[in-house]
């Protein structure tokens, strides 16, 4: 079926686009020769302590590392390495390093439990676990069975002087109790770094033989349906994504010389993506270890003064109650959003605070990270997520043909450069993500008369009302607006008759607000089969670390 390729120029076939955004190895060299000097990673943590590692530095350990991944260990191409680990220097340093030795990457969420952690190490196929001290009891639980072989430590303090970290390691282990060594065989970051040649120069002789669509991370992701899957993802798509987004963006990409604050976790896409754009274009990164309570951020805002912050929705809600990110929050420049759908009065509340725009990216980690975009200071169309990164096709697929007409519903489709090789050992569950050569995102959405996406919702999210679909995000955005609300979202329930019926979760402001209050809101706003049947008042949304609100846990509560 035809595109209109007058409504988005991305659709027309026509198109010609450069999305060779070069190997990442090269960016590599390039960056240790133009900034070795530069400020390029920085670890802060919430005491005021911070520690900044230059391009050099960083890179050179890097190599180092990358030699003994190969030649102490002996791990060849297609051998995979994990990092489980918060934000901080070693966590670049040793993905760099495990790039730098032509290995495969798998990040592991830092918050998952042992048999979490087992699961992935197992599916993954990891031989060596890069790990943070923080969790070393859950780790040696969680490595036996797995084909993991060594265990490196790693810690949030690695780069400081040794006087500061040994401080801080003691605050870390006998104060707080939120650290202690590995009991079992390991070797530490630091002691690989000392053990190895004080002159060493950077060798990239191992990855540039190699293929770009080599399979290059793992990245797990719950994809559009079941349990977590490994989605591959290659160099190729990496710097392809890059390069869209450059194409798309490219005052977001000139950072030499720009701090980026970054709260996201590394090891999610998004974290993950913005790290590679602070590598390859000379950035400052700013890494926050953990960013909860929201405080643990203030040092670092106030020390750092940040230009370019990436987050998600429920972040900059949050961080616009604070009254000292109010005083430190203004000099950023470039607000990028991901994630989660971004509120137009919350992007319009963060433009009044802070004078600073956002682009918006929609995204998944089955498209590396990104599909489409929004400069909230060119696009008025309300909950619009923008249009396609250049390169990227998008379709709606309803009742099994695929169009881009204006208002018509159904599951997003997508086609680009950036687009997953398939699921780690799943052939059959890669086979049924696809509609012929469309992958299928799970998300249902439609185009406006502008050609511009709107996300309707999660497919699996939708809710059968008196059969009517009810998607939560629209009523969510209903919600959200009501005063005396913090935060508010919905979910489908099924009764005990097996009908479904829609009920709103609702954090508190204002303690006086009521059930009926919310429910003439909505009454307001909404037409009456949308309206939720109930209210329940609770003390927090269940998120996952990276800010999504976890609506099955909100089902699973009642």
């Not at 293929?211 to 349990?227: E, L, V």
């Not at 005052?251 to 709260?263: E, K, N, P, V």
């Amino acid at each position: 079926m035809a595109f209109h390729s007058s409504t988005n120029p991305f659709f027309a076939p026509e198109t010609s686009l450069d999305l060779n955004e070069g190997r990442l190895h090269e960016k590599v060299e390039q960056a240790l020769s133009e900034f070795a000097d530069d400020p390029f990673l920085t670890t802060a943590l919430p005491t005021g302590h911070s520690e900044t590692t230059d391009f050099k530095t960083a890179i050179l350990s890097a190599q180092k590392l990358a030699n003994y991944l190969r030649e102490d260990l002996g791990l060849k191409q297609g051998d995979v390495v994990a990092i489980q680990s918060p934000n901080c220097t070693s966590y670049i340093v040793s993905m760099l390093g495990v790039f730098l030795a032509g290995l495969t990457l798998t990040n592991v969420n830092p918050l998952y439990t042992a048999a979490e952690t087992r699961r992935q190490l197992k599916d993954s196929g990891a031989r060596c676990l890069i790990g943070s001290t923080i969790f070393s009891e859950m780790m040696e639980d969680a490595i036996v069975g797995t084909p993991v072989e060594q265990i490196i430590a790693i810690s949030v303090t690695d780069f400081f002087p040794s006087l500061t970290r040994h401080t801080l390691n003691f605050l870390l282990r006998k104060v707080k109790k939120l650290d202690r060594p590995f009991q079992g065989p390991h070797i530490g970051l630091n002691q690989i770094l000392a053990n190895a040649p004080k002159q060493v120069a950077l060798d990239v002789s191992r990855v540039s033989a190699l293929a770009p669509d080599r399979d290059t991370i793992y990245q797990y992701s719950g994809g559009t349906t079941g349990i977590s899957k490994g989605v591959r993802l290659s160099e190729q798509g990496l710097m392809s994504n890059i390069a869209q987004y450059a194409l798309a963006c490219p005052d977001l990409l000139h950072t030499q010389g720009q701090t980026m604050l970054l709260a996201l976790p590394v090891y999610h896409v998004f974290g993950m993506l913005a790290s590679v754009i602070a590598i390859t274009n000379g950035g400052h990164l700013v890494l926050i270890p953990n960013p909860r309570p929201l405080t643990n951020m203030k040092p670092a805002f106030k020390k750092f003064q940040p230009d370019i912050f990436p987050g998600v929705n429920t972040l900059f809600e949050k961080l616009l109650e604070e009254d000292w990110f109010l005083e430190h929050g203004t000099n950023i420049k470039n607000t990028i959003s991901g994630a989660a759908a971004l509120h137009d009065h919350t992007a319009q509340k963060w433009k009044r605070a802070t004078g600073s725009n956002i682009v918006e990216g929609y995204g998944m980690t089955e498209a590396t990270t990104l599909i489409a975009i929004r400069d909230h200071a060119k696009s008025s169309a309300a909950g619009a997520a923008g249009s396609a990164l250049p390169g990227t096709k998008i379709g709606i697929l309803q009742n099994d043909l695929v169009t881009d007409m204006p208002d018509v519903i159904g599951e997003i489709v997508i086609a680009g450069p950036q687009v997953m090789k398939g699921y780690l050992g799943r052939e059959q569950e890669t086979e049924n993500a696809y509609h012929g050569d469309w992958f299928k995102t799970g998300d249902m959405g439609r185009f406006d008369e502008n050609g511009e996406l709107h996300i309707v919702d999660r497919c699996k999210d939708m809710v059968l009302v008196s059969g009517f679909n009810v998607f939560p995000n629209e009523v969510d955005a209903v919600l959200t607006s009501c005063a005396g609300l913090l935060e508010a979202a919905s979910a489908g329930i099924r009764t005990e008759s097996g009908a479904e019926e829609l009920h709103a979760f609702v954090v508190k402001q204002d303690e006086a607000l009521t059930e009926i209050a919310v429910l003439e809101h909505c009454r307001a706003h909404l037409t009456g089969y949308k309206v939720p049947r109930k209210v329940h008042f609770i003390e927090e949304l269940p998120k996952n670390p990276i800010g999504k609100i976890l609506r099955r846990k909100l089902q699973d509560s009642l």
